[in-house]
C-alpha cells in the first residue's frame, strides 16, 4: 500500500503562484512514478505533470507546460507542484498519484494509489 497527503491548496488571485505538496508513505516499488492531475467540477480528470522518482524524469500537460514544474525531494519521500501565473481555468481540486511503472504517463488508468486531493480556486 502507498499513501498520499496533499497539502498547500487554498485560493489566489490570477497571476499568482501556489506550490502543493504530496508526501508519500509506503511501499517504494508502487511508486516509481507519481503524476498530479487535477478534475474541475463537471469535467473529467486531467493530466497536470509527472516525474519519475529515481531520475527526475518529468512530462507535463500541453495547459500548465511553462507555468507549472514538478519537483521530488527523495529524502522527505515528497512531490511538489510548483504553479507559476495562476489562472481562473487552473480552479479544481488537484490530485497527487502513485504508480509502480517507470512511465510518466498521462493516462490515470496507470496510477494505482490516489490522495485525497486538495482544493485550487483562482480568482479573476
Known amino acids: 500500500q502507498v499513501q498520499l497527503v496533499e497539502s498547500g491548496g487554498g485560493l489566489v488571485q490570477a497571476g499568482g503562484s501556489l506550490r502543493l505538496s504530496c508526501t508519500v508513505s509506503?511501499?517504494?516499488?508502487?511508486?516509481?512514478?507519481m503524476g498530479w492531475f487535477r478534475q474541475a467540477p463537471g469535467k473529467e480528470r486531467e493530466f497536470v505533470a509527472a516525474i519519475t522518482w529515481t531520475f527526475g524524469r518529468t512530462t507535463y500537460g500541453d495547459s500548465v507546460k511553462g507555468r507549472f514544474t514538478i519537483s521530488r525531494d527523495t529524502a522527505k519521500n515528497t512531490v511538489y507542484l510548483q504553479m507559476n501565473n495562476l489562472k481562473p481555468e487552473d480552479t479544481a481540486g488537484y490530485y497527487c498519484a502513485a504508480s509502480g511503472k517507470y512511465s510518466t504517463s498521462s493516462n490515470p488508468l496507470m496510477y494505482d494509489y490516489w490522495g485525497q486531493g486538495t482544493q485550487v480556486t483562482v480568482s479573476s
Open positions: 509506503g511501499r517504494t516499488d508502487s511508486r516509481n512514478a
